[in-house]
């Protein structure tokens, strides 16, 4: 019995003095390595913010670990404060902003188009006006070859085929700039599914996150979803050129979705851009925001911590930054919006000092 | 002090830590779930809706749980005739035999498979043929769902069962035989009411697997908030809504996703007792 006990002893003692060195180890290491910043959200921004922050880190050597985890999780992020700032495609109302710990501010960082996806054989391109698309997302136009989609494509030769809608099954911005625009555009959407992040959806089925959209539209023939421009783009998937408030059929380039962010924009940068009434503009766009705390000082941040935050919300603005934006099929942030963004960053504090100059 | 009372008190300590953990999980599945029943009551069972838009909340968990059960049930109907027929081959006409222990090995080896790697053979394998077989037209459903979970239980139908049906005496098998009866007389009037509780058993233990398997099946489901019409319908079972939505879920609709939760484990609770039930009745 004695040996076993001496055992026993011998193991906790040896236990112990391993954690222990392994506990200095740690210490020593992250006193050396650089400050790593960590956020979380949206998957609509996720390529542009994934190739920024590597650029980003690239220059100076901050590593910024971004998780696509939908705008809904994201928030949620902030709120339970375990990263230092989250991407999202639909903004605070007043009333979320409420329910967050602390006040929080909003940065636009770049505007993307929600395009209309779908994977019929054969066809490269589809026209949809307001009505085709409200009726297909409410489930009452439920084959490619109905008659109101060939009426505004005629030509086009449609399969008899089944269409089947995907949509997310998670918390998601991207579904906020859709529904959004489809609450616009139809009484019937606005009054029975309305706008949020996530819905009560009439029909189709879902999937998570961008690139599970993006997966299950170019994997199903006949099917129809909305995913963010790049991940059409680089997936090679086909989408509809849709018919704008000045009545022009526009696809969502680059071009377009600057021509809808050109409006008027408030203070706190929180607007959205849907059904934009200038001629060229591609309806469902939509600004992307870096939302974080207006007071950095929280849970034991660092100054250093915080100062690397705002740094890196400040670069993402430059004209270096947005060209990265602009090759992934974003939309660069105009010079009035970019202007608003700085001063809405120099309003960010750390124990109610400004953190940048 | 002796050994044995260290021991004793180690043991001791040991389950009870299990038991605590136990007690903490439904302690606080049920200070979760509260909210969601003080507002919904009753509704929040049978209401089919799901509702998460911004002041039309309105949460009801009928959908997930029709879809949880029918799921399973399916994959139980599918397994069950594979399950038995891979036991008989397995413990009896191919009993001892090389064959007999490939085959069973190949079975158990399916049971190490990582969830994840059936859903993306379903995603990209099963779900194309479903759609070739003009069953339904985007392939996801309660039916292609169905299958894969049937294929994920069958390990844990069989290796119990294997293990019961080599246990009947060989001597009643014998009597049987030296009576002039049929090996099918053998395996129905002499085996199959031997080994009934245990294959029960396992089927039980297998339907339960089913109900709470998540990512196979949210990956094949559809993940469609409502009461499947077809079996080739879409649909969403509790585990999987959980799956999808808990990431950006508070207050009432965190609620309601932690009292799914806790109905899932009702219902499994409930399987599991019933299982208990039918084998003692059975043996």
Request: hydrophobic share 45%; glycine share 10%; aromatic share 10%.
């Amino acid at each position: 019995m004695k040996k076993i006990i001496i055992l026993l002893a011998v193991v906790t003692a040896f236990t112990a003095c391993k954690s222990g060195s392994k506990k200095k180890g740690a210490a020593e290491k992250s006193a050396k390595s650089e400050i790593s910043l960590s956020a979380a959200g949206s998957t609509f921004a996720g390529p542009f913010y994934k190739t920024a922050f590597k650029k980003y880190f690239d220059q100076t050597g901050v590593q910024t670990s971004y998780g696509l985890t939908g705008s809904g999780a994201g928030i949620r992020s902030l709120k339970d404060r375990v990263v230092d700032f989250c991407g999202s495609d639909a903004f605070l109302s007043d009333a979320e902003a409420a329910k967050m710990p602390a006040p929080v501010v909003h940065v636009a960082t770049c505007s993307g188009a929600v395009d209309i996806a779908f994977n019929v054989p054969g066809i490269e391109s589809v026209k949809l006006d307001p009505e085709v698309l409200a009726d297909i997302f409410l489930g009452k136009i439920t084959k490619w070859n109905d008659a109101k989609l060939k009426a505004i494509n005629p030509g086009v030769k449609f399969p008899d085929m089944a269409i089947s809608v995907v949509h997310r099954s998670d918390g998601s911005g991207t579904t906020f700039i859709f529904s959004d625009y489809m609450s616009k555009i139809s009484k019937e959407w606005k009054d029975n599914v309305g706008v949020g992040k996530s819905l009560n959806w009439p029909t189709g089925m879902g999937a998570k996150g961008n690139p599970g959209v993006a997966g299950t539209i170019s994997s199903t023939v006949g099917a129809i979803g909305y995913i963010g421009s790049d991940y059409a783009f680089a997936q090679k998937i086909s989408f509809a050129l849709l018919k704008n408030a000045a009545g022009n059929y526009v696809a969502p380039t680059i071009a377009a979705v600057s021509a809808a962010g050109n409006g008027d924009m408030p203070a706190d940068t929180r607007i959205m851009e849907t059904n934009s009434t200038a001629p060229d503009a591609y309806p469902i766009s939509g600004f992307t925001w870096i939302i974080l705390y207006k007071e950095q000082a929280y849970n034991g941040r660092s100054l250093a911590q915080a100062e690397a935050t705002l740094k890196l919300i400040d670069w993402m603005l430059d004209p270096a930054a947005q060209a990265i934006g602009k090759e992934l099929k974003y939309a660069p942030l105009p010079e009035k919006v970019v202007q608003i963004d700085k001063a809405i960053l120099r309003t960010v504090t750390y124990n109610g000092k400004p953190i940048l100059k | 002090m002796n050994s044995d009372k260290i021991t004793k008190y180690f043991l001791f300590a040991g389950s009870l830590l299990i038991l605590v953990v136990a007690g903490g999980m439904v302690f606080s599945l049920v200070g979760g779930a509260i909210p969601a029943f003080h507002k919904f009551g009753w509704h929040f069972i049978v209401s089919s809706d799901w509702n998460p838009t911004e002041g039309r909340e309105n949460y009801g968990a009928l959908p997930f749980i029709a879809g949880t059960l029918i799921t399973s049930v399916l994959a139980l109907l599918i397994s069950i005739p594979m399950a038995f027929s891979t036991s008989l081959f397995v413990a009896e006409y191919f009993r001892k035999t090389p064959v007999a222990s490939v085959l069973s090995s190949l079975v158990d080896l399916l049971a190490g498979i990582p969830s994840i790697v059936y859903g993306l053979w379903g995603f990209y394998t099963l779900r194309p043929f479903i759609m070739h077989l003009g069953l339904s037209p985007q392939g996801f459903g309660v039916f292609t769902s169905g299958i894969i979970l049937a294929i994920m239980i069958i390990p844990y139908a069989t290796s119990l069962s294997n293990e019961i049906i080599t246990m009947v005496p060989n001597e009643l098998k014998e009597a049987a035989y030296s009576l002039g009866a049929t090996r099918l007389e053998v395996i129905f009037n002499v085996i199959v009411p031997n080994a009934r509780s245990g294959i029960v058993a396992s089927y039980i233990l297998a339907f339960g697997r089913a109900l709470g398997e998540t990512m196979a099946v949210t990956m094949l489901i559809g993940n469609d908030n409502k009461i499947p019409h077809s079996l080739f319908d879409t649909g969403n079972t509790m585990a999987s809504v959980i799956a999808n939505q808990f990431g950006e879920a508070d207050g009432l609709k965190l609620s309601s996703l932690i009292a799914i939760g806790l109905l899932l484990f009702i219902i499994t609770a409930l399987v599991n007792t019933a299982g208990k039930f039918i084998i003692k009745r059975l043996s």
